[in-house]
């Protein structure tokens, strides 16, 4: 079960947009349309952003978005804003055997 | 209001074991499947096991299979979580996570505050 692959830290200015990716294989994020994303700020539990690749639930801004190609998510934020400044975390569906797997996480820093 | 509230955390030896609890209301807790989430100090997530809304189908990361059993009761609304055989590298908080869906697909809309669990001599 090894885990999805984030860039550590990314960072931007107020108002820019920037992309994380995550990087899986052909089992689990390229076979399932079920990566979901979560923030977390420091000292709090994860908050679901984005779900199955690119749905949003109700009450998270539509400046979140998300996307697939082959083994690779996305999620990206546009108009960036301070409270933006979390960890993010995908994560993927990986079959009845191994369920589920997590990236390693990225630190995103609004500059 | 969806709630999760973690219980049982604490430090046990090496070796020991340790039984987490997750009391949940705000919802129907049999119709969905639950799990437990990990967060070693300073690292990342992990997802550690999941149960189907009756309990009857479990799942378990391979760090843990064997060692820790997840469990439900749905006449109480709780979730279980046995750690035996504890090693130092299951030192984390540990989370409870509500599925979004009646399926289990790892999807968690609500989430815990977590219980810290500290394995040292």
């Known amino acids: 079960q090894s885990a999805l692959t984030q860039p550590a830290s990314v960072s931007g200015s107020p108002g820019q947009s920037i992309t994380i990716s995550c990087t899986g294989t052909s089992s689990d994020v390229g076979s399932y349309n079920l990566v979901s994303w979560y923030q977390q700020h420091p000292g709090k539990a994860p908050k679901l952003m984005i779900y199955?690749?690119?749905k949003r639930p109700s009450g998270v801004s539509n400046r979140f978005s998300g996307s697939k190609s082959g083994n690779t998510a996305s999620l990206t934020i546009s108009g960036l804003q301070a409270e933006d400044e979390a960890d993010y975390y995908c994560c993927s569906y990986a079959g009845s055997s191994t369920f589920g797997v997590f990236g390693g996480g990225t630190k995103l820093t609004v500059l | 209001e969806v709630q999760l509230v973690e219980s049982g955390g604490g430090l046990v030896q090496p070796g020991g074991s340790l039984r987490l609890s997750c009391a949940a209301s705000?919802?129907?807790?049999?119709?969905?499947?639950m799990s437990w989430v990990r967060q070693a100090p300073g690292k990342g997530l992990e997802w550690v096991s999941a149960i189907s809304g009756s309990g009857g189908s479990t799942y378990y990361a391979d760090s843990v299979k064997g060692r820790f059993t997840i469990s439900r009761d749905n006449s109480k609304n709780t979730l279980y979580l046995q750690m035996n055989s504890l090693r130092a590298e299951d030192t984390a908080v540990y989370y409870c996570?509500?599925?979004?869906?009646?399926?289990?697909?790892?999807?968690?809309?609500?989430w815990g505050q977590g219980t810290l669990v500290t394995v040292s001599s």
């Open positions: 996570a509500k599925e979004k869906d009646i399926v289990a697909t790892i999807t968690f809309d609500y």
């Open positions: 199955e690749v690119s």
């Open positions: 705000g919802f129907t807790f049999s119709s969905y499947a």
